[in-house]
């Protein structure tokens, strides 16, 4: 039997179908299979993103990470859409390439208020392939960093 690897949301939100994102390339599925998140902001106009399983860093983007587990399930956390254009101008990293981190490690912090221009602030999360990717179901379309949102083996 393969072992799952559960995957905990890295930021709070609610709970979207990637065929929401407003972009094809998350939306069709090309990427690989999720979930997306609306991140809730906090009243300092921020949100924070953190590690969904304990992992490495593989790669790491102003906008977004790969993070893969040691048993090689590769994970992509992709901070809002089009958010590529503003060069890293809103995203406060706290890890860098190559770095171990812990569920629950705060990765980046992300201000709204720089993004505001932004086609949308939803993040999809989404397995790289080959790693194959089970969605959880959740009671509560409103999700915390201690809800568990998809299950990888590779």
Do not use: W
Not at 53 to 64: C, E
Not at 85 to 111: C, I, N, P, W, Y
Request: charged share 25%; proline share 5%.
């Amino acid at each position: 039997m393969t072992q799952l690897l559960d995957v905990y949301a890295p930021c709070a939100g609610e709970l979207k179908s990637l065929s929401d994102v407003p972009d094809e390339v998350f939306s069709q599925k090309i990427v690989g299979e999720g979930i997306a998140i609306e991140p809730t902001i906090e009243d300092d106009e921020t949100f924070k993103v953190k590690a969904p399983f304990d992992g490495t860093i593989l790669k790491l983007m102003p906008h977004a990470f790969v993070i893969a587990a040691s048993t090689g399930e590769a994970l992509l956390v992709h901070v809002g859409i089009d958010t590529v254009e503003f060069a890293g101008e809103g995203f406060e990293h706290f890890v860098q390439e190559k770095d171990s981190v812990t569920r629950g490690q705060k990765l980046m912090k992300v201000d709204a208020s720089a993004l505001k221009e932004a086609k949308s602030l939803m993040c999809p999360v989404v397995a790289l392939k080959p790693t194959q990717c089970t969605l959880v179901p959740v009671e509560n379309s409103t999700l915390s960093t201690e809800t568990v949102v998809l299950q990888l083996s590779s």
